[in-house]
């Protein structure tokens, strides 16, 4: 049926009147929060192969990704996050670009969850990549960034934070492999807490995995004790994993004294299988779900064929920010000027006078029609605070008649004063 095509697909939406003038918003205030902080542009692909998310996305990611083959028959997906397109373009064409490199993004991203509130099939992520410092700076780069930007908009946040390199570490020392290291990961991250410990200990070639659940009810004032007490089973991990605890330590200490609340959980790993030490996350007041979360996903360069790398990053849930920012009063749009002629005014005569309006940093656009009655109420509607009117007889005097549409006020002026000096005839 007709009606049926009209509706997007499920978990997917239009975004129009104020929900898209408050994703521009975003999108807008993020860039300009990116560039101000070091960060240049980066765009990849909408699609890329199957094969680059499959190394190591993780499990939840590869189980809900868009996976369709084309023309040729080469397996291909909608992106279901970008960082691990960043790194292929990074080994493709930026590896001589001077470092560390710092990249930003705005992307569509896409997986096939059920619905539900704060989560949709296709949503937006804006992200920040550092590639190349193994210091601490190049984890506050982004997340002091993300901070400066969820600020800006209004957003108060905290940050809960953690280290999957303990996790990792010990979980190597009991002989547990990779494939099902991510998978007990994926547990904890469902909060399936019993059945990740049962997964360990099943693959475990060094008996129970209890010291696993220990960690996981290890404050942060006592990890490095337990991680010291665990020295012999991390065997030749141990200096890695002290670094990372003293990286985790600094972040911490760091965000802190920039006046952010900071809480520390043993059971945070996320969903993706790239990380390598400290993660974290953004959690708000309003909203039951994380808005975003970052780490360390140092090496991950060396899966697709390049050299070890050090990186970090995060992303953003733009969608999520959105929901956050419903009710609270954000730039939607309107202002600017209607340009309004009479239809035996030459049209190409508004235009000239819009050019030069848009020249002086004005918002402007053209109407033109019998009557003045019309497009006044349209351009009311839409937000315009002010008009210039140009009818038969202004036309012909080389003048303007400037309206104020938020108080009613107007005055006759000559055009070429307005035009000289806009902004003191519309301001």
Known sequence: MVSDILNPPRGMRDLTGVEAWVHEYLVNTFKKTAVSTGFEPIVTPTVEYFKLFEAKSGEEVKNSMYVFQDKAGRLLALRPEVTASVVRAYLKGLR???KPLRLYYVAQCFRYEEPQHARYREFWQAGLEVIGDPDVNADLSAAFTASFFLDEIGVGHEYVVGSVAVHRGLMKGLGIPEEAQDHVLHLIDKGLVDRALEEASKHSSKGDAGLLKDLLNTPLEKLEGFINDSKELLGGDYERVLKEHERL???TEALRSLGYRVEYSPSLVRGLAYYTGLIFEYKTKTLGVSIGGGGRYDGLTMVYGGVFEHSTGLALGLDRIALVLQGV???VGGGGVAVILSSKVPVSHGYRVAGALVKAGFKATVYRSPGFSKPLGHAARKGYSRAVIIGEKEFNEGSATVKN??????????????????ARHLS
């Open 249 to 251: 330590l600094e972040f």
């Open 405 to 422: 549409l938020e108080t009613g006020a107007q005055a006759t002026i000559k055009l070429q004063e307005l035009l000289e000096n806009p």
């Open 329 to 331: 009063k954000t730039p």
């Open 96 to 98: 001589s670009e001077p």
